[in-house]
Nanobody, 115 residues
Framework: QVQLVESGGGLVQPGGSLRLSCAAS????????MRWYRQVPGKERELVAR???????NYADAVKGRFTISRDNAKNTVNLQMNSLKPEDTAVYYC?????????WGKGTLVTVSS
């Protein structure tokens, strides 16, 4: 069975940093597009960052220059390094895998940016 398990969320002050991790299993990780989304209650889920099965990455304008997505195919993990965090980054962050036309989701991890 496909499983995506996020970790690393928590409380951080504005300007601080946090690193999220997603452990994947149950599929061929190296050929999947891996993505991080975030969602605030009452609002639509937003794509934050994308890592292709190759070398390309993409970021939402709101996080570009502050967040970095990376993957380790040997360990079946994808990470999201978040720097210079802002209160508006507060959300539940979800790990997503796109394999062929199937989307798989983790349960999410809460990131709170507050002083």
């Amino acid at each position: 069975q496909v499983q995506l398990v996020e970790s690393g969320g928590g409380l951080v002050q504005p300007g601080g940093s946090l690193r999220l991790s997603c452990a994947a299993s149950g599929f061929t990780f190296s050929i999947a597009v891996m993505r991080w989304y975030r969602q605030v209650p009452g609002k639509e889920r937003e794509l934050v960052a994308r890592s292709s099965s190759g070398t390309s990455t993409n970021y939402a304008d709101a996080v570009k220059g502050r967040f970095t997505i990376s993957r380790d195919n040997a360990k079946n993990t994808v990470n999201l390094q978040m720097n210079s965090l802002k209160p508006e980054d507060t959300a539940v962050y979800y790990c997503n895998a796109l394999l062929n036309i199937q989307n798989y989701w983790g349960k999410g991890t809460l990131v709170t940016v507050s002083s």
